[in-house]
């Protein structure tokens, strides 16, 4: 998989199935199972080391987890996420921790946010890394943001997270991750844009859909400290195991469903 073969997709209009992904086991069924990118996502701070948020994740974490990833799958597109604290503060440390992330075996690094992480994506761009941005809904600062709440609701922040969009996008970041945004927002900065969108919470009209692994099985109920019972998945979640009794199976559903447009129907969007 390149980013020619994903925009050569996105002009003929077929979606992009990406999912997270930490391990080799994981990474070697889905290649085999067909989705076009795997992302080491962050998000591993809650889904395997069972945290509140994904605060507590490291460099050390990042670059374990996607050698196992890159050692399963070595002909996925595989996007490495920066967890925070790394990209920040001044350019140089974020391209030294983007290096490591690529030397570890991804071709591309997501960071979150817009603004000032515009000159962040254009330095590391101008030195030979992809970026793939993530707006709207962004973890890292979920004590900012007041809770996992939908963005981009009001008129205001709509318009900031468009600009952002559009401002991260003639930066030639490649991909924008799109986070629990409303379906008929995330349409238009699809179509107001060069980079490719993919949506989690964001609507069928992305170039494509991303989800976490655990999420897609339904195994994941909440972080370690609280009981399962007080755990609600988001809406945009769909348990794709439910249907079949196997893995890969459930994966490949998933692939399907991403390409014919039938994930996420408007129960999962907003
Ligand atoms: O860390 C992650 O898994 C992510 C996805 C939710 C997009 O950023």
Redesign the pocket.
């Known amino acids: 998989m390149t980013l020619t073969r994903l925009h050569e997709m996105a002009d003929r209009d077929e979606k992009i199935a990406m999912l997270?992904c930490y391990d080799a086991t994981f990474a070697k069924l889905m290649e085999h199972a067909g989705v076009d990118i795997l992302?080491v996502?962050?998000?591993?701070g809650m889904v395997l080391q069972g945290a509140e948020n994904?605060l507590n994740v490291s460099m050390h974490h990042m670059t374990y987890h996607t050698k196992s990833v890159a050692a399963g799958a070595p002909n996925a597109l595989i996007i490495a996420?920066m967890p925070v604290g790394s990209y920040e503060h001044d350019n140089e440390a974020a391209y030294k921790n983007a290096l490591w992330l690529i030397r570890s075996g991804a071709q591309m690094v997501?960071f979150e946010g817009g603004g000032d992480r515009v000159q962040t994506a254009r330095y590391l761009i101008d030195r030979g890394i992809p970026v793939c941005a993530?707006l709207g809904f962004t973890?890292q600062s979920v004590n900012q943001l007041g809770g996992y709440k939908i963005q981009g609701k009001t008129e205001e922040s709509a318009h900031q997270i468009t600009q952002d969009a559009i401002d991260m996008s003639n930066a030639g970041v490649s991909l924008i991750?799109l986070?629990m945004v409303p379906a008929t927002l995330a349409k238009h900065i699809t179509e107001s844009i060069k980079a490719l969108t993919?949506g989690?919470g964001a609507g069928v009209d992305c170039d494509g859909q991303?989800l976490?692994i655990q999420d897609l099985l339904g195994i994941y109920n909440g972080a370690a400290s609280k009981q399962p019972h007080e755990f609600k998945a988001p809406r945009f979640v769909k348990n794709f195991l439910c249907e079949t009794n196997s893995v890969k199976q459930a994966v490949s559903n998933y692939v399907n469903a991403v390409k014919s447009k039938t994930f996420p129907t408007p129960e999962h969007s907003y």
């Open positions: 997270t992302l996502g962050d998000s591993l994904t996420d997501k993530h973890p991750v986070e993919i989690i991303v976490v």
